[in-house]
T-cell receptor
Framework: GQQLNQSPQSMFIQEGEDVSMNCTSS?????WLWYKQEPGEGPVLLIA?????ELTSNGRLTAQFGITRKDSFLNISASIPSDVGIYFC???????????????FGSGTQLTVLP | DAGVIQSPRHEVTEMGQEVTLRCKPI?????LFWYRQTMMRGLELLIY????????DSGMPEDRFSAKMPNASFSTLKIQPSEPRDSAVYFC???????????FGPGTRLTVT
């Protein structure tokens, strides 16, 4: 099963508003990534974070790797209709001996932008 | 450049039938991943390959599922026999040099009746 808790599960916002979503885990992750999935498509990588405390932007998107390495958040500023989709966090881990490295995905945040 | 290519995009089959899903990774990528996505369980890693060698298949549900990567440009995921609970969207993804920055295909929506 998944070990990442992503919130909120869904959001309805007005166009132009800022959005914030986060992802937490009880385990330490080495890497955090944020993906966006639109209907009928596969997830698309938005931002990758490799160091604790790292803050990275991609246009109107900003993501941070939590200092404890157990959380990450994604902000979207000045939302527009094409921001609609499901946003997934993903982390490499959790760290355990003998396990192959892989990404674990959160359950997603469904974002709806109202005109 | 072409992205990850999956076929078919949609598959409807009857319980007990064999299903084969196909994936062509991005040229030059050395990692290939198979995921399954359902409403109940979200996005789950089934298996991944590095340089055509299976590295982790701990996510493969049971013996009915098998995956192969005969060369760097092709992989298959086979379900035999299929069951209604296998209904899901199956994604293939690939990456270069790392497991992190994965590029996903459009997925195959499988319905088993």
């Amino acid at each position: 099963g998944q070990q990442l808790n992503q919130s909120p599960q869904s959001m309805f916002i007005q166009e132009g508003e800022d959005v914030s979503m986060n992802c937490t885990s009880s385990s330490i992750f080495n890497t955090w990534l944020w993906y966006k999935q639109e209907p009928g498509e596969g997830p698309v990588l938005l931002i990758a974070l490799y160091k604790a405390g790292e803050l990275t932007s991609n246009g109107r998107l900003t993501a941070q790797f939590g200092i404890t390495r157990k959380d990450s958040f994604l902000n979207i500023s000045a939302s527009i209709p094409s921001d609609v989709g499901i946003y997934f966090c993903a982390g490499e881990g959790p760290i355990s001996s003998g396990s192959a490295r892989q990404l674990t995905f959160g359950s997603g945040t469904q974002l709806t932008v109202l005109p | 450049d072409a992205g990850v290519i999956q076929s078919p995009r949609h598959e409807v089959t009857e319980m007990g039938q064999e299903v084969t899903l196909r994936c062509k990774p991005i040229s030059g990528h050395d990692y290939l991943f198979w995921y399954r996505q359902t409403m109940m369980r979200g996005l789950e890693l089934l298996i991944y390959f590095n340089n055509n060698v299976p590295i982790d298949d701990s996510g493969m549900p049971e013996d009915r599922f098998s995956a192969k990567m005969p060369n760097a440009s092709f992989s298959t995921l086979k379900i035999q026999p299929s069951e209604p609970r296998d209904s899901a969207v199956y994604f293939c993804a690939s990456s270069f040099g790392t497991i992190y920055e994965q590029y996903f295909g459009p997925g195959t929506r499988l319905t088993v009746t």
